[in-house]
């Protein structure tokens, strides 16, 4: 029998599909990161399971015997505690070492925060790449950013409340006038998506925000390619030398002149 890869809600529980429901009534296990969470899920939708814990701390110790049943027949499906397992948890390793032992995997697909929130930021463009987690050092978040500085596509990567502050006002100094959204809580009740700068953004979220986040970075040439008349220019700079704040001159001028406040900003600098 094949190993199924299960995909949950990433928030509100009606956006499992039939088929996981199915695969999950008649697995014979099913992997788990939090027994807890996914019971709630099951339970939910009147559904019965034999469920095992599967996750990153006991993962080593239980990969050879998973193998094992996978090998001997048994039908074991694989969920994560929300979203697709094998993008940033541990049933990555699982399934690399499944295919390697020649058992087969089969997807049933679902709910992803990566493309809910690249499709709710307004930011998708035809190349995106998903970079897990911003990086917790500031000296590595800022290589990451200038790395990302001239990718043509849009940037999706997962974020701790309390660690976004100091992110945002990282990517503000590395990629001022980049186009941006954070996205919390997302099919959940509180679900908010801000758009902006990456200054505005840093200036929004000043201090951590509750629930779940993903960020999205537009594409550089969409924050970029916008073009800038003279006359719109000399305005900006003339409010700036006049002592208006930078961000408040390109905001005006913006009003004023219908062109996009963010390419002001970014031209300005």
């Known amino acids: 029998m094949p190993l199924a890869i299960c995909a949950t809600p990433i928030g509100n529980l009606g956006d499992v599909t039939l088929r996981v429901l199915d695969e999950l009534r008649a697995a014979e296990r099913v992997l788990c990161e939090d027994t807890r969470r996914t019971r709630i899920l099951l339970a939910r939708h009147g559904v ?12 080593a110790a239980r990969m050879s015997r998973v193998l094992d049943r996978l090998l001997a027949g048994e039908r074991i499906a694989l969920v994560s505690d929300a979203g697709l397992p094998g993008v940033n948890d541990p049933g990555a390793r699982l399934i690399v070492e499944a295919v390697a032992a ?13 493309e809910t929130a690249l499709v709710a930021s307004g930011l998708a463009s035809d190349r995106y790449q998903f970079v897990g987690y911003l990086p917790r050092r500031a000296g590595e978040l800022r290589a990451l950013a ?10 999706v990567a ?16 590395v990629l001022p006038g980049r186009t941006a959204a954070v996205c919390r809580e997302l099919t959940k009740r509180f679900e908010e998506v801000v758009r902006g700068s990456v200054e505005e953004l840093a200036e929004r979220f000043v201090e951590p925000p509750r629930g779940e986040i993903t960020v999205v970075l537009g594409p550089a040439e969409a924050s970029g390619s916008v073009r800038v008349d003279a006359a719109a220019r000399a305005a900006v700079a003339d409010l700036v030398a006049a002592g208006t704040p930078r961000k408040k001159a390109a905001e005006v001028v913006s009003r004023l002149t219908g062109t996009s406040r963010n390419a002001l900003y970014r031209d300005s600098l």
Not at 146 to 155: H, M, Q
């Open 102 to 114: 020649g058992v087969e995997v089969t997807v049933l697909p679902g709910a992803s925060a990566v």
């Open 146 to 155: 200038e790395g990302l500085a001239s990718w043509g596509g849009t940037v």
């Open 48 to 59: 019965e399971a034999r469920l095992e814990s599967y996750h990153r701390h006991n993962e």
């Open 158 to 173: 997962f974020e701790s409340p309390r660690r976004l502050p100091a992110s945002l006002r990282v990517l503000a100094e």
